[in-house]
């Protein structure tokens, strides 16, 4: 009898996944695993924490559905405080697994977590899989990582064209077998944080998990009918239903991209196919686009001149960054802004684009740094967006124009009534 270990990271769903599928498929039994890592919660030189209480309270949730999710394919969840390479190997002996399924990450401590856990069990086989794109890479028209375009337009035309979105996968459910499974998941006391309730203010007072994840597209696409003025909507500051709020449940996976381009293709052929319905595939593209520059340039995204080689005069100005974070800076529009994120783990796109660009180029500040304090609080974090993005708005990323909100234009735009302003500020 052949047993199969499912090592889970940013993945934590049952549906579309690649490695349950073929877990399943190849082994009699199946047990998964999840590892809290200590590395993510320990405190950064600069003041705060690598995983701030946001998301450690949305993994949480999403762990605890995960579990549930995974027992009704007779699968457990064994979930553990401790690194992945030190309780993974233990596990293999003990269960004599002999193959270990897990989502291809190619960041620098991914990899070194990998390599070390490879490591440590030499005979155990892996088969890693590209589980959280858009365009599966096997797919995309380029002969290699390297020639992806440094500017999104062509990126997105190219594979629109030349690239099918690739079917959800199945999974199936394998015979039940008797397994003793004592390991608990942890509190957020456990993880060294206290208990909070989310701010009443907040745009984002979702719970984590799939099951959650998949609530949130029936609501905003079929029950509000919000998805057919997506595009007209989406640069709105209050409120839970201005843009689809899916970014959470994207960046740990608790749903696929793919799931959600077939829902939006269902709403276009069962309600309406418009500008705004496209927009949502758009925005699945751009978050495709900067892991594809993730994959083409490595390192090169977490280094100060970023992608572009290009060198500013960046300053490290701590009591201009502390003032940045507690929201007290000339600009209402900014201060606003990180006001909401302190308080609530979220900020909208447009905050984001224009809190970036004060810190790199109004402030002349180490944009690092800022892209290091959205890790710790945002509780949809992605490796790829986050840093992604913080080049592109800091000038060294790919945006060819170099472009520099005008904060006030920007306020007296997107909050004309300083309505967003007065929740935050008052």
């Known amino acids: 009898m052949s047993t199969g270990l499912i090592w889970f990271r940013n993945d934590l769903r049952t549906q579309d996944h690649e490695g349950i599928a073929t877990a399943t498929s190849n082994h009699d039994r199946v047990i998964a695993v999840y590892?809290?890592?200590?590395?993510?919660?320990?405190?950064?030189?600069?003041?705060?924490?690598?995983?701030?209480?946001?998301?450690?309270k949305f993994l949480i949730e999403t762990i605890h559905q995960l579990r549930n999710n995974l027992r009704k394919l007779h699968i457990p969840l064994l979930v553990f405080q401790n690194k992945p390479e030190v309780k993974i190997a233990e596990l293999t002996k003990e269960h004599q697994t002999d193959?270990?399924?897990?989502?291809?990450?190619?960041?620098?401590?991914?990899?070194?977590?990998?390599?070390?856990?490879?490591?440590?069990?030499?005979?155990?086989?892996?088969?890693?899989?590209?589980?959280?794109?858009?365009?599966?890479?096997?797919?995309?028209?380029?002969?290699?990582?390297?020639?992806?375009?440094?500017?999104f337009t062509e990126f997105r035309k190219k594979c629109e064209k030349k690239?099918?979105?690739?079917?959800?996968?199945?999974?199936?459910?394998?015979?039940?077998?008797?397994?003793?499974?004592?390991?608990?998941?942890?509190?957020l006391e456990d993880l060294d944080f206290t208990e909070f309730k989310t701010d009443e203010r907040s745009a984002f007072p979702f719970h984590g998990g799939e099951d959650e994840a998949l609530k949130r597209v029936e609501q905003y696409f079929f029950e509000q009918r919000n998805l057919e003025t997506y595009k007209e909507t989406r640069?709105?500051?209050?409120?839970?239903?201005?843009?689809?709020?899916l970014s959470a449940w994207l960046a740990n996976g608790s749903i696929s991209p793919r799931q959600i381009y077939f829902k939006v293709k269902q709403y276009e052929k069962e309600i309406i196919s418009n500008q705004s319905t496209y927009w949502l595939i758009f925005e699945l593209i751009w978050r495709d686009f900067f892991k594809y520059i993730s994959l083409k340039h490595g390192n090169e995204i977490f280094q100060l001149e970023g992608i572009r080689g290009k060198s500013h005069d960046w300053n490290d100005d701590h009591e201009a960054f502390r003032n940045w974070?507690?929201?007290?800076?000339?600009?209402?529009?900014?201060?606003?802004?990180?006001?909401e994120i302190a308080h609530t783990g979220f900020m909208s796109n447009r905050g984001r684009q224009n809190v970036n660009s004060y810190l790199a180029k109004e402030l002349?500040?180490?944009?690092?740094?800022?892209?290091?304090?959205?890790?710790?609080?945002?509780?949809?974090?992605?490796?790829?967006?986050?840093?992604?993005?913080?080049?592109?708005?800091?000038?060294?990323?790919?945006?060819?124009?170099?472009?520099?909100?005008?904060i006030k234009s920007q306020a007296d735009r997107y909050d004309p009534d300083n309505d967003y302003q007065d929740l935050w500020l008052k």
């Open 35 to 56: 590892c809290f890592d200590p590395r993510h919660y320990e405190e950064l030189d600069i003041g705060f924490r690598k995983t701030g209480k946001f998301r450690a």
């Open 99 to 151: 193959t270990i399924y897990f989502q291809k990450e190619w960041t620098d401590e991914e990899k070194k977590v990998e390599r070390n856990l490879k490591e440590a069990i030499p005979d155990v086989k892996f088969k890693d899989h590209y589980q959280q794109f858009f365009f599966h890479p096997d797919d995309i028209p380029y002969d290699s990582f390297n020639d992806i375009p440094k500017v």
């Open 163 to 187: 690239t099918e979105v690739r079917e959800l996968l199945s999974n199936s459910k394998i015979e039940e077998f008797e397994f003793v499974n004592d390991t608990e998941i942890p509190s």
């Open 235 to 245: 640069n709105g500051l209050i409120g839970t239903d201005y843009s689809s709020k």
């Open 325 to 339: 974070i507690d929201g007290n800076t000339k600009e209402d529009f900014v201060n606003a802004n990180m006001l």
């Open 364 to 406: 002349k500040h180490d944009w690092r740094k800022g892209a290091a304090y959205f890790e710790s609080l945002l509780i949809d974090y992605d490796v790829h967006s986050n840093w992604g993005n913080w080049m592109y708005n800091s000038g060294v990323g790919n945006d060819p124009r170099d472009r520099k909100f005008n």
